[in-house]
């Protein structure tokens, strides 16, 4: 089954946090929050459940793929390649973003951009992420 799972900085100390995302809309505002795993339920009824208000520009979802560590790959972190793979030489750099010409994830890279699917996920570490670590970018990539 498939995880949907989002990632945010959170407004209130700028800490990642990960879980299931609620937008709430109020009047003219509108609310992006992210719920934690960490809930207790009493009968039917939900007795706590862990949440943050995030800042919106930050969220992004999980891909459903993992790096060679096992770590979840989220839209935006930046990947570096442990092997060639596709047209991706290895310790090239680029970062998961979602396409909607491909419909799916894919690998920008300087290089161009490539599938990033369930074969050459393992094949990549995360190395940061585009909000905190651009400046890894920087030289190596053209958007």
């Not at 009047?27 to 009824?45: H, K, P, Q, T, V």
């Not at 459903?64 to 750099?93: M, N, Q």
Request: hydrophobic share 40%; glycine share 10%; proline share 2%.
């Amino acid at each position: 089954m498939r995880e949907y799972i989002f990632r945010g900085k959170r407004v209130k100390d700028g800490a990642w946090v990960e879980g299931s995302l609620l937008t709430v809309q109020i009047s003219d505002r509108c609310a992006y929050l992210i719920f934690g795993s960490e809930f207790r339920l009493d009968g039917e009824d939900v007795k706590s459940m862990s949440h943050a208000a995030v800042d919106p520009s930050t969220v992004r979802q999980f891909t459903g793929l993992r790096d060679r560590s096992g770590a979840r790959i989220f839209e935006g972190d930046i990947l570096k390649a442990a092997k060639r793979v596709s047209c991706i030489p290895t310790g090239k750099l680029g970062y998961a973003k979602w396409s909607d010409v491909m419909c799916s994830y894919e690998i920008r890279t300087a290089g161009g951009a490539y599938l990033l699917d369930a074969e050459c996920g393992p094949s990549f570490d995360i190395v940061g992420n585009v909000f905190d670590d651009a400046a890894l970018l920087r030289g190596d990539l053209n958007d």
